[in-house]
C-alpha cells in the first residue's frame, strides 16, 4: 500500500473492551510530528501527576511516524508511556517486521493508544485500519513461542511482563527485538494485554528516494562501521578507549573484553540480518535458541558480569530476550547482587565470571520466586531499599546505566544525568567524541549533549533508524513534504520534544536533584567538575538553577500552556 500521511488515532480502551478512531489535531501533528513528540503530548494531556504506572489509567501508546514503512534502514516503533522503573516519561524503540507490518495495519492512523485493564489476558489484532479485542490464551508462554503462536507479526510480553518486572521489555520477531528499557512490558502486563498482532502489507511508494539515502548511509562512515560490525564492535572500542565499565562499575576496563566482542562474534555467527540492502546484527546458535547478541549483551553480560566466554554470553542474552527482560537492566541487577554479595549486604553467595549464578539469578527476577530475584524485579535501587548496598548502584533516576563509564569521559555523566527516561546512553552518546578530542570544557560538554538529544528528538518523533537517520537531509523534511506531513522548523520541533519531556518530569516530581551520578561513582573519580556540566547545560537548554524551563523558554518553542 502507498502511504500519505496519517492524520489519525486509534484507540483502545480494555476495560470497556472499545476501539475507536479519533483525529490527531493538526497542530500537534505540526509540532510534534509523532512517535516519542506525539505520544509524550498525549501523555501529558492524559495522565494526572503520579498516576501509577501499573494502574489502569496508565497509558500505552504504540506510535509510529508519519513516514513510517518508507524510510530506509530499519522499520521501528515507540512505546510510549509512563515508566514503572523510573516514574519519568518513557519511550523506548524496537526494529524489524512488527513496525513494517504495524506502518501498513494501521493505515490512515499515527499510532494506537492503549488504556483501561482487560479482566483476563487479551490481545489486540490490528489490520486494514481498525484493531478488535480478543481472547489471549498464551499467558504464561515465553515471548518468543508467543510471537510464534499468531499469524501475523507480533509485538509481546513474556514472564517478565506478567510477573510486573519493572524493566520488562516488549518483545518481537520471535523476541529477537525489544522495546527494551523502562519497563514498558509491565504496563502491557498490568493491562493483561499478552500481545499486538498487525496483520496487512507493508506501505510502499518513494522506492527512488529511499534507494538514494540507502546509498548515501552505506557510503557514510556509520554505514560503514555498521556494515562492518553492527553494534558489537562498541565493547572493543570501550576497552580500547578506556570507557568500558566492568565488575558492576567496581572497575574500568575488561581482560576478557576481546573473548566477547566482534571477532569472537564473526566466528561464532552462521548468517546476518538485513533491513533491505543494509545488513544488520549476526545470527548465532546458542544453548537458549538462535540469537542476535548486541553491543549491549557482550558490554553488560559480559564485561559488566566479567564472564568471558562469548557462547555463556550468548546464551544469557537469549534467556533476557525469551523472558522479555531488558539486559541491560538485568546484568546490572545481578552485578549489584555480586558486589553486595561480595560486601556482606547479601547472605546469598552471587559471584562474577559464573554465567550459571547469573542463569539461575535472572530466572528468579522474571518469575519474582525467591526474595532476592523479587527485590531484584522492582530494579536495582529498589533491592538497595530492601537490603542496603546502595555504594554499589549504577542508576540514575531508578535506570540502570549501560557499560560506557563516564570517569573515562565526563560529558557521558552529564548525558546520564540528563537524560529524560534515566541512565541511558541513546539520548547523547558524545564519549564517542571525548575520547579523541577531550577532555572537554563544560560548555563544549553541553552543546554536545544539548545537541544530541534534540537531533535524536526529532529522528524518534520520525521513528526512524537510529543508524540510517543520522543521512536524514534536514533531520529528514524532504521525506515529510513528500507525504505531505505538516511540520514546523526541524530544529524546533527537537527542542521542544525535548523541553515537553522535561515538564512532564517536572511536573511528576524530578528535580535537579535527580539529575545526578549513579551513587556507584565518585565525582572526584570524574576528569570533569560535574556541578560546572550541570550549570552549562542548564544555561544551554534555557531552564532555571532548579532545571525548569523558564517561561521565556517555554514561550520560544510554543509551550506556554503547559
Known amino acids: 500500500m502507498t502511504r500519505t500521511a496519517p492524520d489519525r488515532l486509534l484507540r483502545a480502551d480494555l476495560s470497556a473492551r472499545t476501539v ?80 513494517l507490518m504495524l506502518a501498513g495495519a494501521l493505515g490512515p492512523h499515527l499510532g494506537l493508544l492503549v488504556t483501561g485493564q482487560a479482566d483476563e489476558p487479551v490481545r489486540l489484532v490490528v489490520e486494514d485500519g481498525e484493531a478488535s479485542i480478543e481472547a489471549a490464551t498464551e499467558w504464561g508462554a515465553d515471548a518468543a513461542s508467543t ?38 512490558g509491565a504496563v502491557m502486563g498490568a493491562k493483561r494485554l499478552k500481545a499486538v498482532v498487525a496483520r496487512g502489507e507493508p506501505p510502499s ?9 540507502e546509498r548515501r548511509y552505506r557510503e557514510d562512515h556509520t554505514g560503514r562501521w555498521h556494515a562492518a560490525s553492527g553494534t558489537l564492535e562498541t565493547v572493543d572500542f570501550a576497552q580500547q578507549t578506556g570507557v568500558l565499565a566492568a565488575r558492576g562499575f567496581a572497575e574500568r576496563g575488561f581482560e576478557g573484553a576481546g573473548a566477547v566482542g566482534i571477532e569472537a562474534v564473526r566466528a561464532a555467527a552462521s548468517d546476518r540480518e538485513h533491513d533491505g540492502a543494509i545488513p544488520g546484527g549476526f545470527r548465532v546458535e546458542t544453548g537458549a535458541g538462535e540469537s542476535v547478541p548486541r553491543g549491549a549483551t557482550a558490554m553488560t553480560l559480559g564485561a559488566g558480569l566479567a564472564i568471558d566466554d562469548f557462547d555463556a554470553v550468548a546464551e544469557l542474552g537469549e534467556q533476557c530476550n525469551r523472558l522479555g527482560m531488558d539486559l541491560i537492566s538485568a546484568g546490572n541487577a545481578v552485578a549489584w547482587a555480586a558486589r553486595a554479595s561480595d560486601a556482606d549486604v ?25 526474595a532476592l530475584g523479587d527485590a531484584l524485579a522492582d530494579g536495582v535501587d529498589a533491592a538497595t531499599d530492601r537490603f542496603g548496598g546502595e555504594a554499589f548502584a549504577a542508576t540514575v533516576k531508578g535506570m540502570e546505566l549501560p557499560a560506557y563509564d563516564p570517569r573515562g569521559a565526563a560529558s557521558m555523566a552529564l548525558a546520564y544525568a540528563t537524560s529524560d527516561r534515566g541512565g541511558c546512553h541513546r539520548r547523547a552518546r558524545p564519549v564517542e567524541r571525548e575520547v579523541f578530542d577531550g577532555p572537554w570544557d563544560p560548555e ?70 535527580d539529575d545526578c551520578l549513579p551513587a556507584a561513582i565518585d565525582p572526584e573519580d570524574l576528569p570533569a567538575d560535574f556541578d560546572a556540566l550541570l550549570e552549562a547545560y542548564y544555561d544551554r537548554r534555557g531552564w532555571d538553577e532548579r532545571g525548569v524551563p523558564t517561561a521565556a523558554t517555554r514561550e520560544r518553542l510554543d509551550l506556554q500552556e503547559l
Open 205 to 213: 511508494g518513494f522506492e527512488s528516494l529511499r534507494e538514494e539515502y
Open 346 to 370: 547479601l547472605d546469598r553467595p552471587v559471584a562474577f565470571g559464573d554465567p550459571e549464578g547469573a542463569r539461575t539469578l535472572l530466572a528468579e527476577i522474571a518469575t519474582r520466586e525467591s
Open 20 to 99: 475507536e478512531s479519533e483525529p490527531v489535531p493538526e497542530a500537534w501533528r505540526r509540532r510534534y510530528l509523532g512517535g516519542k513528540g506525539l505520544g509524550a503530548r498525549y501523555l501529558y494531556e492524559e495522565l494526572s501527576p503520579g498516576t501509577d504506572p501499573l494502574a489502569p489509567a496508565n497509558v500505552l501508546a504504540f506510535m509510529l511516524g508519519p513516514v513510517s514503512g518508507l524510510l530506509p534502514g530499519e522499520a521501528r516503533y515507540a512505546a510510549v508511556t509512563k515508566s514503572p522503573l523510573t516514574g519519568t516519561f518513557l519511550d523506548s524503540y524496537a526494529g524489524g517486521e512488527f513496525p
Open 147 to 184: 510471537c510464534r503462536a499468531h499469524e501475523g507479526a507480533v509485538a509481546c510480553i513474556g514472564p517478565a511482563g506478567e510477573h510486573g518486572v519493572a524493566y520488562a521489555t516488549i518483545a518481537s520477531d520471535d523476541a529477537e527485538h525489544h522495546a527494551g528499557r523502562g519497563g514498558a
Open 444 to 513: 563544549t560538554a553541553a552543546d554536545a549533549v544539548a545537541d544530541a538529544q534534540d537531533t535524536r528528538s526529532v529522528r524518534w518523533s520520525l521513528v526512524a533508524d537510529d543508524f540510517t537517520g543520522e543521512t536524514l537531509t534536514d533531520d529528514g523534511a524532504e521525506w515529510l513534504e513528500a507525504v505531505g506531513a505538516p511540520h514546523d522548523d526541524l530544529a524546533t520541533v527537537g527542542e521542544r520534544v525535548w523541553t515537553l519531556v522535561r515538564l512532564f518530569n517536572v511536573r511528576e516530581g524530578f528535580t535537579r536533584a
